[in-house]
């Protein structure tokens, strides 16, 4: 079935870097655009970033433009969140989504903690 | 960034309907049909219950439905049920280069 799993969440200092990857399976993940979407702590949802299909079109969020990084390896099925000079306030659970818009599908989320 | 504005709360009694609004601009909402709204229950990821203004997703009960008014995307569940109380949350293409997607502040829905 399609499915969505996202690693790589952990505690990091502010400042430190993190990568985020999201699995992707039950679908041909080179023909969608895929998402990266945060949650912080008892609050609501913050849509983060976008890449197209193949890789050609990336979009971000204001609050992560120049810090984070989309990208994706159609071969690996599989995309990524390259996270630096994070910020406490970029605490949150880091979700990954297929199509946004459409019937989409999202993955359970994985926990970004940054603290000091 | 934007938020699309939702009431915190809305409440109901078993068998009821309710409606949660998302009201929105002339350049998200108002603008495009790609307005989902998403059902989450606590520690758990968001639900897609309706995609692309009032199309249900396979599997999705016939008591969530959609509409659009303008500026505003409404979702309406009929027939309340327990299970149905959750956080509520919309979302808009925005189209513009510095977000091009969307949320609600989201609502809380409580089966009384």
């Known amino acids: 079935q399609v499915q969505l799993v996202e690693s790589g969440g952990g505690v990091v200092q502010p400042g430190r870097s993190l990568r985020l990857s999201c699995a992707a399976s039950?679908?041909?993940?080179?023909?969608?655009?895929m998402h990266w979407v945060r949650q912080a702590p008892g609050k609501g949802l913050e849509w983060v970033a976008v890449?197209?299909?193949?890789?050609?079109?990336?979009y971000y969020a204001d609050s992560v433009k120049g810090r984070f990084t989309i990208s994706r390896d159609n071969s690996k099925n599989t995309l990524y969140l390259q996270m630096n000079s994070l910020r406490v306030e970029d605490t949150a659970v880091y979700y990954c989504?297929?199509?946004?818009?459409?019937?989409?599908?999202w993955g359970k989320g994985t926990t970004v903690t940054v603290s000091s | 960034q934007s938020v699309l504005t939702q009431p915190a709360s809305v409440s109901g009694s078993p068998g009821q309907s309710i409606t949660v609004s998302c009201t929105g601009t002339?350049?998200?909402?108002?603008?495009?049909?790609?307005v989902s709204w998403y059902q989450q229950h606590p520690g758990k990821a968001p639900k897609l219950m309706i995609y692309?203004?009032?199309k249900r997703p396979s599997g999705v009960s016939n008591r969530f439905s959609g509409s659009k008014s303008g500026n505003t995307a409404s979702l309406t569940i009929s027939g309340l049920q327990a299970e149905d109380e959750a956080d509520y949350y919309c979302?808009?293409?925005?189209?513009?280069?510095?977000?091009?997607?969307?949320f609600g502040s989201g609502t809380k829905v409580t089966v009384l």
């Open positions: 979302c808009s293409y925005a189209g513009s280069s510095t977000f091009l997607w969307v």
């Open positions: 002339s350049t998200d909402v108002g603008s495009y049909g790609l």
């Open positions: 890449i197209s299909y193949d890789g050609s079109n990336k």
């Open positions: 989504a297929r199509d946004l818009g459409g019937e989409d599908v």
């Open positions: 039950g679908f041909t993940f080179s023909t969608y655009t």
């Open positions: 692309e203004g009032s």
